[in-house]
Nanobody, 115 residues
Framework: QVQLVESGGGLVQAGGSLRVSCTAS????????MGWYRQAPGKQREWVAT???????NYADSVKGRFTISRDNAKNTVNLQMNNLKPEDTAVYYC?????????WGQGTQVTVSS
């Protein structure tokens, strides 16, 4: 069974940086595009960024130019480097497959940006 474990969140001031990581078990990681998602309090989960197996990336307009997604296929890890963070980036961040077929969501990692 595929498991996703997110880590690296924390509290940071506006303008600061954080890097969150996701480790996936199983072979699904190497054959799928992976994505980062986030859910702010009282809001629906939203897509943040996607990276294909060969490294092509795509970003939501709200994070473009500030966030960078990367992956290490050998380590089954996908990362999200977040720079110039804003209070509106505060959310629980999750990783999952980028396609319509999702695996069970992990526990996520909390990112809090203070103003």
């Amino acid at each position: 069974q595929v498991q996703l474990v997110e880590s690296g969140g924390g509290l940071v001031q506006a303008g600061g940086s954080l890097r969150v990581s996701c480790t996936a078990s199983g072979s699904i990681f190497t054959i799928n595009a992976m994505g980062w998602y986030r859910q702010a309090p009282g809001k629906q989960r939203e897509w943040v960024a996607t990276i294909t197996r060969v490294g092509n990336t795509n970003y939501a307009d709200s994070v473009k130019g500030r966030f960078t997604i990367s992956r290490d296929n050998a380590k089954n890890t996908v990362n999200l480097q977040m720079n110039n963070l804003k209070p509106e980036d505060t959310a629980v961040y999750y990783c999952n497959t980028a396609g319509a077929l999702k695996v069970d969501w992990g526990q996520g990692t909390q990112v809090t940006v203070s103003s």
